[in-house]
């Protein structure tokens, strides 16, 4: 018999999660591409299912990049999957959340779910916004900088797993980014419960785009004030440009 762990979180509990997460070619979500992804469905707070595959994007993949997630144009071309059915596996899943209203978590999820949409319009011919996507968004990044906008520090994944007391189990890997980041989350909503107000399947998408226009609008104030260029607002989770 299987004993089902609870979190104790109501909202985590009666909820299924999608966690999402890429390593990726490079930064522009416009050009670049997939090099692996981590899909893993979260029942309540006991995983139900994991999708994890290398990619071949059909590219050779920077040495920059290579350098940060260690996955080479070797290894890709030799184990990782094709281009065109990675995305189509990942477009499959992400729509299977919408139509099913599951939540779709990521950190820094806007960067991912942007990246698919481009390359799904360039290579499956509709992007995941003509496909219909409509699930709502969790994104730790934006709750994070929402929750503590004065923490000093930097707030990528391995500092979110320091502050946040979630064990680590190594970086810029998919597979342990999407089960770090649901971690992250469950945490997260234990240390701060009143942010789970913000997170109504009806208004979540919402009120995260919300909450990163004014995280972005304060950090605008700042790089102007340093005689820095300001960054425009391109949407979200769907960025327009990189």
Same mark, same amino acid.
Request: net charge negative; proline share 4%; hydrophobic share 45%.
């Given at each position: 018999?299987?004993?089902? @762990?609870?979190?104790g979180i109501p909202f985590i509990d009666d909820n299924v999660f999608l966690v999402f997460d890429l390593e990726t070619t ?10 692996? =992804? ?26 920059? @990049? ?30 299977? @959340? ?23 319009? @360039? ?7 003509? =496909? ?31 502050? =946040? ?53 304060? =950090? ?23």
């Amino acid at each position: 018999m299987v004993v089902e @762990a609870a979190s104790g979180i109501p909202f985590i509990d009666d909820n299924v999660f999608l966690v999402f997460d890429l390593e990726t070619t490079g930064v522009d979500v416009t050009s670049d591409l997939p090099v692996s =992804y981590s899909i893993l469905t979260y029942i309540g707070n006991n995983l139900a299912n994991q999708l994890y595959s290398l990619v071949w994007p059909g590219v050779n993949i920077p040495a920059e @990049a290579s350098a940060i997630h260690g996955i080479s144009s070797e290894d890709a071309a030799r184990v990782g999957s094709d281009l065109h059915d990675s995305l189509y596996q990942i477009v499959l899943s992400l729509l299977r @959340a919408s139509r099913d209203g599951w939540y779709v978590v990521g950190m820094n999820v806007a960067f991912d779910l942007s990246m698919v949409n481009f390359a799904a319009k @360039a290579i499956l011919g509709e992007s995941l916004v003509d =496909y219909g996507f409509t699930a709502p968004v969790i994104d730790t990044l934006v709750l994070d900088r929402h929750l503590e906008p004065y923490r000093k520090g930097r707030r990528n994944l391995d500092a979110l797993c320091v502050r =946040y007391g979630v064990a680590s189990g190594g970086f810029h890997n998919a597979l342990e980014d999407t089960k770090m980041t649901f971690g992250v989350l469950v945490s997260m909503l234990e240390q701060f419960p009143k942010a789970i107000e913000l997170l109504d399947p009806t208004t979540c998408t919402t009120n995260m785009e919300m909450l990163h226009q004014k995280w972005l609008s304060g =950090y605008n104030e700042y790089l102007v004030r340093g005689g820095k260029e300001a960054i425009a607002f391109n949407g979200w989770p769907f960025s327009s440009a990189s």
